[in-house]
């Protein structure tokens, strides 16, 4: 997003305005969408920037420039968000056929050993699960 306007601009852990990430990612000091691939949020901006009204090629090619550039993406060693990595994980063990899955999402979501995974997770990861 061009930063142009004083609310365009994100904020700082302690209530700055930040000088390279806008409102809609950075907020208190925290990425919005921590864990998010640079792919995953070029898509991420593509979708958006194509509801507010740019065409999708000029869209994709802006954020394709853009994103890569930013301090966000420049670091190989960034931390890793547990809840991002834990919804992954399970959505792989739901794909194995280690478990399944009731509901569709939300805290309401359940996830149940099949005794394939009950077996594979203990032999792969070392994880007990009864």
Partial sequence: MPLKKKEDFGSNAG??????YCFHCFQNGRFLDEGITLQEKIEKNVKFATQMGM?????????????????????GDRPINPYWFGSRFLAYCVKQGWLKQQGSSGRGTKWYPTNKGKKE??????IEVS
Avoid: C, H, N, Y
Avoid at 15 to 20: L, Q, T
Avoid at 55 to 75: C, F, G, I, N, Y
């Fill in 121 to 126: 997770l203990k032999e792969k990861f070392g």
């Fill in 15 to 20: 209530g700055s305005r930040s000088k390279e």
């Fill in 55 to 75: 065409a999708e090629d000029e869209a994709r090619k802006m954020s394709s420039s853009v994103l890569p550039k930013l301090r966000r993406w420049q670091t």
